[in-house]
């Protein structure tokens, strides 16, 4: 990811360190990444199979979505 985008370096949540270059980052076609420390940021969280994938989902459900 990081060879291929814009996007220059990839964190994961609740991790001091960076992830291996090598590791897998399941998006789903969905990437949104922010502007951290001057640099774009990938935020991610772990994922089955000892993948990482995008911390934030594309379509997120409202948290009130049901409550009327």
């Known amino acids: 990811m ?3 985008s814009a996007i220059e370096r ?3 949540l609740a991790q001091t360190r960076e992830p291996a270059h090598d590791m ?3 998006t789903n076609d ?3 990444p922010v502007w951290r420390d001057g640099l774009i940021t990938l935020l991610c969280m772990p994922a089955a199979g000892g993948r ?3 911390a934030e989902v594309p ?3 409202p948290c ?3 409550h009327s």
């Open 52 to 54: 990482l994938m995008p």
């Open 64 to 66: 009130c979505a049901d």
């Open 59 to 61: 379509n997120p459900t």
């Open 2 to 4: 990081l060879e291929r």
């Open 24 to 26: 897998l980052i399941v």
């Open 10 to 12: 990839v964190m994961v």
């Open 30 to 32: 969905h990437v949104r």
